[in-house]
């Protein structure tokens, strides 16, 4: 049934950290509600993404991200809005614990902040091993920490036995928090992870069993109708009249969008904000070995070329000749940025050629190299304004192990960081278009006053 953005059923899923099982029990219940006929709209809060990939596999539907840190308050209820509109449910996955975010207080873009901003009830998930008595204590301080966040309900996650569940509903009943469920510990759901962490849909090997598996999982145990009754009793959520931002551009302009499996990390603000400039999206596959599309701007977001570099490695000359020929106004992130530098070097010590239009090298390494929120500003050449601010995140493992010198794409704090050229702006960073519009605006009016044909 069609319901106003602002009145649908909804839900956050936290935990009282990383790790408590909170990316499985959202796509359990996703897939259990879908199994009754329910539409299910994911949302995940935070930069990640790999768990929206999951949540969208299980549900049938793009997931979002809502993150208070590089976008405001006003463009996560316009997401919120925009994407459940038509939806029966929506759940929203939180990141880490409930209460871990950034800022004097660590409460700014935390799970919390997300649940306060879309009035939503929050569900528990604790992971339960080695735990009795305890846990009361534990929901006590989660439900009494703060006023504005109501711990509507908990579910047990990796409980031994039907003995130690009912150990653990008698402790949650002397907290004060509905008991809503119990998970046991169980191999048959797990998903593929590596590096970077979960495995994409789009590389994991097609399992039509896992969501139903899934699914029962959580109906052997969880009370599904309480869970829905939770959700329906968030309160009307007031929602803008329109998408935040700036003006449409009164000039056409195509934009070429790098996406298969290699490169598939794009926040879909950032793409619904380009579409809502007036852009034309043209999607196409480097490790098909697709001809560059007829575009002014080019936008190659991260992925996993290290996982593909001997195939990316067959293609990389092609897109070399046509983007050196052409030079259309191109932004590389992380992923996008490795596989237009010169060479990259796998984990096993093999290095491949990649298009070498960016004057790096590039090798992954055993440890992370980079994990954060990012506040940059647009360097003094590259694609956008220079000065220009933005907001975004960086996760990868690989590193730069030679550079010739280059102008930077963008400037941290005092700190040179990326590679930039009057038509590119290459760096690790994922940025959030909506952090600055205007930004975005700018570089696609370049792009469509350059008429340039790729």
Same mark, same amino acid.
């Given at each position: 049934m069609t319901r106003t953005a602002a009145r649908v059923p909804r839900l956050v899923i936290a935990a009282p950290a990383s790790g408590s099982g909170k990316t499985t029990v959202t796509a359990g219940l996703a897939a259990a509600l879908a199994a009754r006929g329910l539409v299910v709209q994911p949302f995940k809060a935070?930069?990640?993404?790999?768990?929206p990939a999951v949540q969208s596999w299980a549900t049938g539907r793009p997931a979002r991200n809502l993150d208070l840190w590089m976008g405001s308050a006003r463009w996560a209820r316009w997401v919120f809005a925009e994407a459940a509109g038509d939806a029966d449910v929506a759940l929203v996955e939180g990141v880490m614990g409930l209460f871990d975010g950034r800022g004097p207080d660590a409460a700014r873009a935390s799970t919390a902040h997300v649940a306060r901003v879309l009035g939503a009830p929050v569900l528990l998930v604790v992971d339960a091993r080695g735990m009795g008595q305890s846990l009361a204590a534990l929901l006590h301080g989660f439900a009494t920490w703060r006023r504005d966040i109501r711990i509507g309900g908990v579910?047990?996650?990796?409980?031994?036995?039907?003995?130690?569940?009912? @150990? $653990?509903?008698?402790? +949650?009943?002397?907290?004060? !928090?509905p008991f809503l469920g119990w998970l046991p510990r169980t191999a048959d759901i797990h998903w593929p992870d590596r590096h970077l962490g979960l495995v994409p849909?789009?590389?994991?090997?097609?399992?039509?069993?896992?969501?139903?598996r899934l699914a029962r999982w959580v109906e052997q145990g969880v009370d599904v109708p309480?869970?829905? @009754? $939770?959700?329906?009793? +968030?309160?009307?959520?007031? !929602?803008p009249a329109g998408p935040p931002g700036v003006a449409p551009l009164e000039r056409p302009v195509r934009v070429a969008v790098a996406e298969d499996p290699a490169f598939l990390f794009y926040y879909r603000e950032n793409l619904g904000l380009l579409e809502g400039l007036g852009a034309q999206l043209v999607r196409f596959s480097p490790l098909a070995g697709d001809p560059l599309p007829d575009a002014e701007a080019l936008y190659w977001g991260g992925g996993f070329p290290e996982v593909h570099a001997r195939r990316l490695a067959e293609t990389a000359p092609q897109y070399r000749g046509a983007l050196m020929a052409r030079r259309p106004l191109t932004l590389a992130e992380c992923g996008g940025m490795m596989y237009l530098a010169r060479r990259l070097t796998t984990a096993d010590g093999r290095v491949y050629p990649m298009v070498g239009v960016i004057p790096v090298d590039i090798a992954m390494a055993p440890r992370v190299q980079a994990l954060g929120y990012r506040s940059v500003r647009a360097g003094p050449t590259g694609v956008f304004p220079p000065g220009a601010p933005f907001r975004g995140h960086e996760f990868h493992y690989s590193r730069v192990v030679r550079?010739?010198?280059?102008?930077?794409?963008?400037?941290?704090?005092?700190?040179?960081?990326?590679?930039?050229?009057?038509?590119?702006?290459?760096?690790?960073?994922?940025l959030y278009f909506p952090s600055n519009p205007e930004g975005v605006r700018a570089w696609l009016a370049r792009a469509a006053a350059s008429r340039r044909v790729v």
């Open positions: 935070g930069p990640d993404f790999l768990d579910i047990a996650n990796q409980v031994g036995s039907a003995t130690h569940a009912e @150990r $653990l509903r008698r402790a +949650a009943e002397a907290a004060r !928090v849909p789009a590389e994991a090997p097609a399992d039509p069993g896992w969501a139903e309480a869970v829905l @009754r $939770l959700a329906a009793s +968030a309160p009307t959520l007031p !929602v550079r010739d010198p280059a102008p930077p794409a963008w400037i941290a704090g005092d700190t040179p960081d990326g590679f930039a050229a009057p038509w590119i702006s290459a760096g690790y960073v994922h």
